[in-house]
Structure formats: structure tokens, C-alpha cells
């Protein structure tokens, strides 16, 4: 295969962007595919449909340089690749737990039948067990005669906010293969990243490691939060507790901030898609204790509505609510599975008026749950409020200024849903605060 290599990055989600102006960063010539054409237009265009920090002036940067383009065309796409990368969604099902992988196989069809020389075809989406095996039936068996489509699984583990980082210096590459040509060619790919630890395995471990490593930070978050209703119920501060587990080196600090839990567009779908996996493959008692963890993360969301609502007297009817923060977490404008969405959905079911804002995602929380009350900042969002609610922890609301906040709301009650700020501030100028696994 010639260097630079020539690649093509099908899906321009989250995933696809950052990759495609990475790889274009590396110094490869690089051509990301997708089916929508005003996405594929926006990006052409050097603007970034979607908000993570940094990634624009890679992509404007590549798009100068001539080495990164957009198209819509698989045949063009076929045309022009060495290393086809598949950067497709995987979403939960309408009507289950399991992964839809409807958009791969899309993905492989119209690609396959196109492909104008030997190639490799890279699977980097988060896929059940078993999904590489059988596309890479389907490339062999809908690729032109005599051309060679080989197949490798390489998930990704970078995070929303930290895209562009997590994929100039990940903590690990994982390559499952069949082939030591494919494990050369992606070898030769990521040598410009450094000394990165690599793992190479075969094609269900490399799909796995994904699944197991979300399922292991989710359960990390679903302990800390159990721990929180173990001390709500005896009166003790999760807080300290969690600050106290973390000097263990083996337990950590990370992924052990209690709160309202997990969200976006990993995480919950994933415990639930390797938990429908598992059943399927006769194990399901080995992650029974998956659901667990995800009933918890479910009741932390209920359990911010509960303190809203103890906060107001009683009910949240007609009571007025700051719901600071709409996206999943800070630095994204993301508002897959949001917690703080669900809970301003739930303040509103139970007749509520939730006025929510957020720096980066109000358009998509707007497009998502056109019910809610939307204001220009935080300080409009707390105008009048019974209560405030701090959902997501951006630095513009960790950074609020208690006494200023207190000159706008009805009443001072807050309730900081990611244990954020400082009790003792907010006290002080005779808030009432309350936050989920403190006395
Ligand atoms: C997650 C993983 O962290 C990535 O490694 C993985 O590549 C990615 O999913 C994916 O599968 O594509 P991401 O969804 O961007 O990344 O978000 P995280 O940073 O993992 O946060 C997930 C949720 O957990 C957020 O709602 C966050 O607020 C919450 N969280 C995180 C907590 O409630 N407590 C914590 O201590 C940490």
C-alpha cells in the first residue's frame, strides 16, 4: 500500500470527524463519507456540525492543506481508499436493549461492490460480539472478483470534549485481525501517535475490550452512586466518602463523582446492548448484575426530582425551576440520554415550569423537547425560580456567584446535581442546598 496512505472515513458523527481530520493531521489524504448532504456540504465548508473543543481548526486546516474532503459517493469513496474506516452508529433498538447495526451493513453494501483494488475495510464503531465476523463474510462475498477486502476491528475509546486529545494520544489501540498484512498496514497507520501501547487480538476480543470497558466506567459510576443512597439513607456525605476510596491507588479518583449518573450516547446503550449480546450468547447471568447498574443510574434522575421537589414544599406544580445544564456533560453539546434533560422532562410532566439553559447545547435540546422553557443564560434561566437545578457541571455554573444568583430567584434553594459546589458558599448566603448523597 502506498504511504500516505489513502483513506476514507465512512459516518461523520462525533467519531468519523475527529478521525477523519486526525488522520488528515497525520499527513494522510483523507476522504470522510456520509449520506447527509448537508452535513457533507457544512463540512466542506470548514464548519463543524457538532461542538468539541479544537476540532475545527483541524478540519479547516486539513481542508486547506487539500488533503481532507467530504463527499456523499461510495462509488468515489470506493474508488479512492486503501483503508476504508466504518465510523457508522450504533444505536439501541426501538423495541429492545440491543445495538442496531443496520447502518454497517448499509455501509458495506454500498461500498463493497465498488471497491476498485485490494483494500482494508477498519470497523471502529462499538459493536456486539460477533458483527466483524459476519461483515467480513459480507465484503468477501460482495466485493468485485478477484479483489481482496480485508477486514480488522479497531474500536475507539476517545471521549466527547477530549475527541481531538483522545485521538492524537490514546491510552491504547486495539487492532483485531485476521491478517498480518492488515495488522502491518494499521501498525504503519499509527506510528506517527508515538510509543502507544498496542494490543493486537482477534476480532471478537478486539469488539469485546470496547463493550467491557464501558460497562466497567458505568459500573464505577453506578457504585459511587449506590454508595450515595447508602448515605442518604444514614445520614453520612458520599462526598468524603468518594475522596477517601480514592487515595487507594487500586480504587482510583476517576469516574467516582457522584451525582445525577451517566448519560450520552455510550454509555447506557452499550451496558444494554453487551447485556442483550450476552443472553443471546447463553451468558446472561454474567452481566446480570449490569441491569443493577443501570436501575441505579435510572434512580439518581428520579432522586434530583425527589430533592426539587422536597426543596419547593412538596410539589413542583406550577413551581418555576432554573434547570442549569442540558447537555450530558460538560464541553459537548450532546443531549443523547441527557440526565439533565430527562429530569427537567420529569419536572415538567409533574407540571412544572422548567426553564433550562446550557452554553452549548440548547439547540438540540430544543429540536429534542420543544415543551420545556428555554433562556439565553444562566441568570435568565434562574429568573424567578423556586428552585435551580445544576445539571451538567460546566464552569459557568460551577463559577456562579451564589449572592448574584440570589438577586434573581424567587426563593434560594439549589440543588447541585454533579456535587459541584461548595456547601459552605452557598449556606452562607442562606441557600438551601441540597445535593444527592449528602445529609
Ligand atoms: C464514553 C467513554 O468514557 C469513552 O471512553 C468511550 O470511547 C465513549 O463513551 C464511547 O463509547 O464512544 P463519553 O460518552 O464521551 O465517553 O462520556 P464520559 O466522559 O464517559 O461520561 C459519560 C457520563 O458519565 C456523563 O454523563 C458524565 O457526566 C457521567 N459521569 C462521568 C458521572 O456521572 N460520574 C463520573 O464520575 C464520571
Redesign the pocket.
Known sequence: MRTPYRITVIGTGY?GITHAACMAKLGHEVLGLDIDEEKIQQLNNGNLPIYEAGLEEILRDGLAAGNLRFTTSFQKAAEFGDIHFLCLGTPQVKDGWAADTSQLDSAVEALAPHVGQDCLVVGKS?VPVGTAERLAGKLTELAPRGTTVDLAWNP??????FAVE?TLSPDRIVIGVRTEAAEKTLRALYAPLGDIPLVVTDFATAELV?VA??SF?AT??SY?NAMAEICEAAHADVTALARALSYDDRIGR??????????????PK?IRAFMARAEELGAGRALAFLREVDAINQRRRARAVDLARELVGGSLKNRTVAVLGAA??PE?DDIRD??ALAIAHAIHLEGGRASVYDPAALDNARKAFPELDYASSALEAARGAHVALLLTEWSDFTELDPEQLGLVVADRNIVDG?NVLDPAAWQAAAWNYRAPGRP
Request: with cysteine.
Open positions: 467519531l462499538t475507539e475509546f476517545l471521549r466527547e470534549g483522545d470496547k470497558a464501558n466506567l464505577k459510576i459511587i476517576r469516574f467516582l463523582s457522584p451525582g445525577i449518573g451517566f448519560g450520552g450516547g455510550c454509555l452499550d450530558f456533560k459537548s441527557s440526565p454533579r
